[in-house]
């Protein structure tokens, strides 16, 4: 049967397709005037007060000069637009911050959200994949806000309904170049809402001088230098173990160093040691005398010396056996923090199958007993691959410095960290601009930060070794 259809039959219709059915025209409703004007009226309106809720201080510095010169006269308006940029100068120059916070990012963020992304948004979207045109109409995520800090943009998007964030997570690539960024990073805000991150400089190019020395008595977290929004890294390494993977030249020795600094005023107080295993002879060994006889380099001196650690580990796990769950630093059982420069060396490397399985029990047993009792492990290597190092997933807090291939971000970070914005493989050889620069993913986190640590030179390692021997 046949469906009658509003409308006119098409009269006069030419087809070359055989078998046509009938066409019918639609019908034509038209509407008064009057309900257009008023529709047209309540979407200018409705536009106007989201633009004010959305941009109040972009809205405040366009109208206000016109509401000054309708109420009060032109010459009024003059004035006001003469003494304006005056009065802003004195104020970047005076209290540049409070400036900046409440009139000069958000500014910028307008601008940029008017400029960069409005104007670009819908063919990025569409050409990426993100966005669906269905039967002549686009189906686009939308852009909720724009914020912008002293080094990125952050946009928050709102998905549609049935993406998942590994849709956005695998488009990175596409997101940075068609908004002009050098990258792009994906976070959760809540449910059905994303955080993107697009970088406009890099806060971290310039190396980092060696932290000073605190004069707080503290296991952690330390200072080993500086987050890429500007704040300090405070690496933790109390209560936890970490985990630190690069090539060479990456810049391992600068984020061991820095934590084994951070922790010179503990080791001061006896409220902290610090062991060393030196398998390759060159990093730890400038500081010997931090470390006493706690410092090991032959094969066989670094599994004698883990299985001290984990004696005196179990001695104190016995004693603490009913009493108390968590450890707090004393003189009589300081926090004891075991560095092991290039773990490869003694776990994959070593030829002599008795060591090896000596070393990699005594690693084993002391990253999954010694966090509750006072012990920690702060382990670097070069080839994160699971045959290499294959108790890896025991570092709660890891850190990936340049590597080599795409692949072993995943590795070191865990799965997706790199579709996630941990781009390590992508951080410069040259060691000016490189060296110290990584990403960092926490226990308590899945969203990799990228930092920077700070350098300590030769000269810093033998002023801290004389003072602690002096």
């Given at each position: 049967?046949?469906k009658?259809l509003?409308?006119?039959?098409a009269?006069?219709l030419v087809?070359?397709?055989?078998d046509t059915?009938?066409?019918?025209r639609?019908?034509v409703?038209r509407?008064p005037?009057?309900?257009t004007?008023?529709?047209?009226v309540?979407?200018?309106l409705?536009?106007?007060?989201?633009?004010l809720?959305?941009h109040?201080?972009?809205?405040?510095?366009?109208?206000t000069p016109?509401?000054?010169?309708?109420?009060?006269?032109w010459?009024?308006g003059l004035?006001?637009?003469?003494?304006?940029?005056?009065s802003l100068t004195?104020?970047?120059?005076?209290a540049?911050?409070s400036?900046?916070?409440?009139l000069g990012?958000?500014?910028?963020a307008?601008w940029?959200?008017?400029?960069?992304?409005?104007?670009h948004?819908q063919p990025v979207?569409?050409?990426?994949g993100?966005?669906?045109?269905?039967?002549?109409?686009?189906?686009?995520?939308?852009?909720?806000?724009v914020t912008?800090?002293?080094?990125a943009d952050?946009?928050?998007?709102?998905?549609?309904t049935?993406?998942?964030?590994k849709?956005?997570?695998d488009r990175t690539?596409?997101?940075a170049?068609?908004f002009g960024?050098r990258?792009?990073r994906?976070s959760?805000?809540?449910?059905?809402r994303?955080l993107?991150?697009?970088?406009?400089?890099?806060?971290l190019?310039?190396?980092?001088?060696?932290?000073?020395?605190?004069?707080?008595?503290?296991?952690?977290?330390v200072?080993v230098?500086?987050?890429?929004?500007?704040?300090?890294?405070?690496l933790?390494?109390h209560?936890?173990?970490?985990l630190v993977?690069?090539?060479?030249g990456a810049?391992k020795?600068?984020?061991?160093w820095?934590?084994?600094?951070?922790?010179?005023?503990a080791?001061?107080?006896?409220?902290?040691?610090?062991?060393a295993?030196d398998p390759k002879r060159?990093?730890l060994s400038y500081?010997r005398d931090?470390?006493?006889d706690r410092y090991?380099a032959?094969?066989a001196?670094c599994?004698?010396?883990l299985e001290?650690?984990?004696?005196i580990m179990?001695?104190?796990?016995?004693r603490y056996?009913?009493?108390q769950r968590s450890?707090?630093?004393?003189?009589?059982?300081?926090?004891?923090?075991?560095v092991?420069?290039?773990v490869?060396f003694?776990?994959?490397y070593?030829?002599?199958k008795g060591?090896?399985?000596?070393?990699?029990?005594?690693l084993?047993?002391?990253?999954t007993?010694?966090r509750?009792?006072?012990f920690?492990?702060?382990?670097a290597?070069q080839?994160?691959?699971?045959?290499v190092m294959n108790?890896?997933n025991?570092?709660?807090d890891?850190?990936?410095l340049?590597?080599?291939?795409?692949?072993q971000?995943?590795m070191?970070?865990?799965d997706?960290?790199?579709?996630?914005?941990a781009l390590?493989?992508?951080i410069s050889p040259?060691?000016?601009?490189?060296a110290?620069i990584g990403?960092?993913?926490l226990?308590?986190s899945?969203?990799?930060i990228?930092?920077?640590?700070?350098?300590v030179?030769d000269?810093?390692?033998?002023?801290?070794?004389?003072e602690v021997?002096a």
């Open positions: 049967m046949f009658k509003p409308g006119d039959e009269q006069n087809s070359t397709t055989p059915a009938v066409v019918f639609p019908a409703l509407t005037a009057i309900v004007i008023v529709i047209f309540w979407r200018l409705a536009g106007a007060l989201r633009l809720w959305r109040p201080i972009a809205s405040a510095v366009v109208l016109g509401v000054v010169t309708y109420v009060c006269g010459r009024w004035g006001l637009v003469a003494v304006t940029p005056l004195a104020w970047f120059f005076l540049r911050p400036f900046l916070r409440l990012w958000p500014l910028l307008w940029r959200l008017v400029w960069i992304y409005r104007r948004w979207m569409i050409i990426s993100l966005g669906r045109h269905l039967r002549g109409r686009d189906y686009l995520p939308r852009v909720v806000r912008c800090t002293s080094w952050v946009v928050t998007v709102r998905m549609l049935g993406q998942a964030v849709d956005w997570a690539e596409h997101l170049h068609g960024a990258s792009c994906v959760i805000a809540r449910s059905g994303l993107l991150v697009f970088p406009r400089r890099d806060p190019a310039t190396p980092l001088l060696a932290v000073p020395v605190s004069d707080e008595v503290s296991v952690g977290p200072e230098g500086k987050c890429e929004d500007g704040t300090p890294w405070l933790k390494v209560g936890t173990h970490v993977a690069g090539a060479t810049g020795g600068s984020v061991i820095s934590a084994i600094r951070g922790l010179l005023p080791t001061r107080a006896g409220l902290a040691q610090v062991w295993l060159m990093e500081g931090l470390f006493g090991a032959s094969p001196d599994a004698d010396l001290a650690a984990v004696k179990q001695e104190r796990a016995d056996a009913g009493l450890h707090t630093p004393s003189v009589d059982d300081p926090f004891v923090l075991v092991v420069d290039e490869a003694l776990t994959a070593q030829s002599d060591l090896k399985l000596r070393i990699s029990a005594a084993a047993t002391l990253t007993q010694g509750a009792v006072g920690g492990v702060l382990a290597l080839d994160p691959r699971k045959e108790i890896r025991l570092f709660p890891k850190i990936a340049r590597l080599d291939e795409s692949e971000v995943d070191v970070l865990g997706g960290a790199r579709d996630r914005g390590a493989d992508h040259i060691s000016e601009q490189g110290g990403y960092v993913r226990e308590t899945p969203d990799p990228r930092v920077r640590a700070a350098y030179s000269s810093d390692i033998r002023a801290m070794a004389m021997t």
